[in-house]
């Protein structure tokens, strides 16, 4: 495939990424680097609709917590004073402690013990009692939730950074409290939020709590993946297993229980799904205003997070540094996801210079490797037009093929979903480290 040879740095990322798919690490991938974006999968795993970008949806599990909530905030112009100010509903505590994992907030807690709110609720609504409607019920689960967690916020660990999805929970409440005169229902006002954020970014995001009621993995256009199941809760009670048509359409166990067993309600923490392009198109948003807002808050100096976004732990980051500590902190800013998903940029003064995105479903576990499916790659400029497509050559390399037979390809193969996918159970997904440093280490100069 010439083409690859004429986008910079192409040919080695596509190579690298394809060996690490035939040592097991992950089936399906997308990457943006410099000037180009380009994504590998085989045809069962995820089926293009018509004239959209050719690159596959992924779980983007963590990459959530600073693509949803924070930049909405962001979008919708939320002041220093704003983000800053301790909040009542908060136990004391301001969205950027939230937003920055200050709060003293432990890592996790399991939140299907929100179950019993769902299930009595639905008895009343099957005529018992006074009808409650979904809504109510959202609201209860929400409240519940929200009081446990507020609980658990340790006083003595305030200010230390701490990462948690529970933080990430507590902004999306905040959010949701800032609107509180909305006469939208809190469900409606998210769909809206959503909408907004995709519609500033022209991007097509999509969050599991959000999704039409009867859709599952096939029906949400991602590719596969095995959703991490709980099996046990804190107490030490054994719960059952589910298959994932019934338990949820992403990996997270917390993110899944929101969006099916306790009704929609919506995290920050994890949910969001979305492809390569939608998170490039997201870069130049996380960047505008960042560092005057940083310095308005006077929150850069020795944080760790800035605004939501991770900044490099030292020489051996992820994010794939050759020359730590050169970058100035605060200038290159990023995120990873458990689901194999991370972004890094380079900004200054709000403008992007460089930056690198890879996208895997490194939790998937496919039943059946390779055979008869054909394995695509796709590759775009970083603004979306379309360089070329390739079909894996049985003896190695890609042989080309214009993007209508792309497409074809992908809809021929798209049934066979079922019969070579399992996703009835977990899988422990390897060790990512290596494989994203060594990736950002080709994807730019730094």
């Known amino acids: 495939m010439t083409f690859l040879r004429f986008c910079d740095g192409a040919e080695e990322i596509v190579g690298k990424l394809e060996s690490n798919v035939q040592s097991g690490l992950f089936t399906a991938w997308s990457a943006a680097s410099r000037t180009w974006q380009a994504s590998a999968f085989f045809a069962d795993e995820w089926c293009p609709r018509d004239n959209a970008t050719p690159h596959p949806t992924f779980d983007l599990a963590s990459l959530t917590k600073p693509l949803f909530v924070p930049l909405l905030l962001k979008l919708e112009g939320l002041s220093a004073e704003a983000w800053a100010t301790p909040r009542e509903s908060l136990r004391g505590r301001s969205l950027l402690e939230c937003a920055d994992h200050l709060t003293g907030a432990p890592a996790w807690c399991w939140m299907g013990r929100a179950s019993w709110v769902f299930k009595a609720d639905s008895r009343v609504s099957q005529g018992q009692h006074e009808a409650k409607s979904l809504e109510d019920t959202r609201a209860r689960v929400s409240d519940f939730l929200t009081k446990d967690i507020l609980e658990r916020l340790d006083d003595s660990k305030r200010g230390q950074t701490l990462y948690s999805d529970l933080n990430a929970f507590l902004l999306a409440r905040a959010y949701e409290t800032l609107h509180a005169n909305n006469p939208l229902a809190p469900r409606d006002l998210w769909v809206a939020g959503l909408k907004t954020l995709n519609d500033r970014l022209g991007a097509h995001f999509q969050h599991a709590s959000l999704l039409p009621r009867s859709s599952g993995l096939f029906g949400t256009q991602t590719v596969p993946f095995a959703p991490y199941v709980s099996v046990e809760d804190e107490a030490g009670g054994t719960g059952e297993p589910a298959g994932f048509e019934s338990f949820g359409p992403v990996h997270d166990t917390n993110a899944n229980l929101l969006a099916t067993r306790l009704g929609g309600v919506v995290s920050g923490h994890a949910g969001l799904l979305?492809?390569?392009?939608?998170?490039?198109?997201?870069?130049?948003?996380?960047?505008?205003?960042?560092?005057?807002?940083?310095?308005?808050?006077k929150a850069g100096e020795g944080r760790r997070f800035l605004l939501s976004l991770?900044?490099?732990?030292?020489?051996?980051?992820?994010?794939?540094?050759?020359?730590?500590?050169?970058?100035?902190?605060?200038?290159?800013?990023?995120?990873?996801?458990?689901?194999?998903?991370?972004?890094?940029?380079r900004q200054h003064e709000g403008v992007v210079s460089e930056s690198h995105i890879l996208l895997t479903n490194r939790v998937a576990r496919r039943a059946r490797f390779g055979g008869e499916v054909p394995r695509l790659l796709a590759l775009t400029t970083r603004s979306g037009e379309w360089l070329g497509g390739g079909v894996a050559k049985p003896g190695g390399g890609w042989q080309s093929i214009p993007d209508d037979d792309f497409r074809a390809l992908a809809r021929e193969h798209a049934r066979a979903r079922r019969l070579l996918w399992d996703s009835s159970q977990p899988r422990f997904p390897p060790e990512f480290a290596d494989v994203r440093r060594e990736f950002g280490r080709l994807a730019w100069d730094l």
């Open 274 to 297: 979305g492809s390569v392009a939608d998170v490039d198109a997201a870069l130049p948003h996380l960047a505008m205003g960042h560092d005057a807002l940083v310095r308005e808050l």
């Open 310 to 345: 991770d900044t490099p732990s030292g020489a051996d980051s992820t994010a794939g540094l050759r020359n730590f500590p050169s970058a100035v902190h605060g200038s290159i800013l990023g995120h990873l996801g458990y689901t194999g998903t991370s972004f890094w940029f």
